[in-house]
């Protein structure tokens, strides 16, 4: 069924510019027409990067909510609803409150040419601005220097997550421009926390930091995290934490919590909050075991898995969690847009799974023809074909190989499309 918020929604991409030109104009008019909400909100975490940056938001939630905190968080994009990407004091935006803040945003902004991103985070900045809470967790959609959410004039604190290379026609392609991009997070007198870089990417972010005067917490200087006979191990300035695992899966997923918990101890947070961070965060899509659902019994009795990264970077950490997990066959479906590096993305992954089954993606005028991924996938070697809909994939692989792990993966757009039809 159609919602009244589904109905302003499709009314805004009609004011969509002809030509997506990054620039800041276009937010700062509308901001000013809604009496600036930007410049009430309470305390802003602001977190840039190319990878990890959902999940790394996602722990530093669940610690800050551990400590009785009131937390909105904003991020994008959704998988199968848009009121995912605004959650107000720890709940999802309720469909009036939606409503009315897009009809605000819609009736201010009139006719002028504004993009999706841009109208849908002033609603979520006047949201934000009339919900009471102790913190705001903003989440960057695309770069960070000219994002829409940098109009933030002094965050409590920002963050950037791994820098690698993705969306290189709008921020550049090389890792010092992109890391320069994303650089434009950091503000000057405002502790940034630094997950680990490549060594040029970093040399770009202490510059932007040295020219403004932010101090850093870099990881490996200032901070560190590895892992001990199956404990994460955190150690700082202020000492070392001994911590389960992250309950989310996968390698990176230590670094994403070093991030997180540097985050936390910079804001003051206690070990109970720490704990809570790599135990009790929720981040759907991201190596999601889906034990329940139409496709999860579809699937049985194999594994099914779900993953919504799709750069080279993503492509790489996938393969290296697939590894680390053994015991199973792993068989991919696997859909992607036509803006990405689909053989940087298989190559790796290649040597982590046994076939691949390219899908088109459902509904997405930018998905790349099922038969095109397959012979990406063939031209780094991993055996694969194409099927009609997920769901013909699934059944398929199942059936051939009843005790598979089966990962979806490749598209965060595909993601949704299965966690909507999985129910």
């Known amino acids: 069924m159609t919602s009244t918020s589904d109905v302003i929604l499709q009314r805004m991409m009609g004011l969509h510019p002809k030509v997506i030109d990054l620039t800041l104009d276009r937010v700062w008019r509308l901001l000013n027409r809604l009496g600036n909400p930007q410049d009430r909100l309470p305390p802003v975490i602001h977190i840039a990067g190319t990878n990890g940056k959902g999940s790394t938001q996602a722990m530093i939630r669940a610690g800050l ?4 905190q009131r ?8 998988l199968a609803r848009f009121h995912e990407r605004i959650r107000l004091d720890g709940t999802l935006i309720s469909e009036p409150a939606l409503t009315a803040v897009l009809d605000r945003c819609y009736e201010a902004n009139g006719p002028d040419p504004i993009t999706f991103f841009e109208i849908t985070t002033a609603a979520a900045f006047l949201a934000f601005a009339e919900t009471p809470a102790d913190y705001v967790l903003l989440e960057v959609g695309l770069g960070g220097r000219l994002d829409a959410t940098n109009v933030i004039a002094q965050p ?3 963050v950037i997550t791994p820098v690698d290379l993705d969306h290189q ?3 550049g392609d090389t890792l010092p421009l992109i890391a320069g ?3 434009g997070i950091i503000k000057r007198g405002v502790p940034c926390i630094v997950g680990p870089q490549h060594p040029e990417a970093l040399d770009v972010i202490e510059q932007v930091a040295e020219r403004v005067g932010a101090p850093l917490l870099a990881h490996g200087q200032h901070w560190h995290v590895s892992t001990e006979r199956g404990r994460l191990i955190y150690q700082d300035e202020t000492g070392l934490l001994d911590l389960p695992m992250p309950n989310l899966p996968g390698p990176h997923q230590v670094i994403n919590a070093g991030a997180a918990l540097a985050s936390l101890r910079a804001l003051g947070m206690d070990e109970a909050a720490c704990e809570a961070a790599v135990t009790q965060a929720h981040w759907p899509a991201r190596m999601q075991h889906l034990t329940e659902g139409h496709l999860a019994d579809l699937a049985r009795p194999a594994e099914l898995w779900l993953d919504g990264g799709h750069n080279p970077a993503a492509g790489l950490v996938l393969a ?6 053994r015991g199973r066959e792993v068989h991919l479906i696997c859909g992607m847009l036509n803006t990405k ?3 940087g993305y298989l190559r790796p992954l290649a040597e982590a799974a046994q076939s691949l089954t390219a899908v088109s993606i459902p509904g997405e005028t930018n998905t790349i023809p099922a038969e095109a991924t397959m012979a990406q996938a063939q031209a780094v070697g991993l055996p694969a074909t194409t099927a009609p809909s997920v769901q013909a994939a699934i059944s398929t692989i199942s059936a051939a190989h009843p005790t598979a792990r089966i990962l979806i993966c490749g598209s965060l757009y595909l993601a949704g499309h299965v966690l909507r039809e999985n129910g």
């Open 156 to 158: 409590r604190l920002t």
């Open 169 to 171: 026609s709008f921020l």
């Open 341 to 343: 590096d689909i053989a």
């Open 181 to 183: 991009e994303k650089a």
């Open 71 to 78: 937390v909105h968080a904003y991020t994008s994009p959704h």
């Open 320 to 325: 290296e969690t697939l590894r680390q997990m």
């Open 65 to 68: 909510e551990r400590a009785g």
